[in-house]
């Protein structure tokens, strides 16, 4: 039932993403720990949105390696190594 929910919230956030696909990229809001005006430092709305979907690909590429390592027993070690337990 955990899995569900899960697959859920996922479905729902990949939905909501998908509407604000064409809306414009505010940077400031997807990167508030960043202290510079990154709308200004980016003005380019492609390149906005190329930001947008490198940092949604690198939060997809983190839940997958997360289920991989809690399903498959894999885990990373500080030095780079994976190591198979």
Known sequence: MDHDSNQRDQDSEEANETIQEDSPVDLNLLFPEEKTDLNRLFPDS????????VRRNRRDVERFLKRLGTEGGVSEKPGGADEVS
């Open 46 to 53: 492609r390149l906005r949105r190329l930001l947008r979907e």
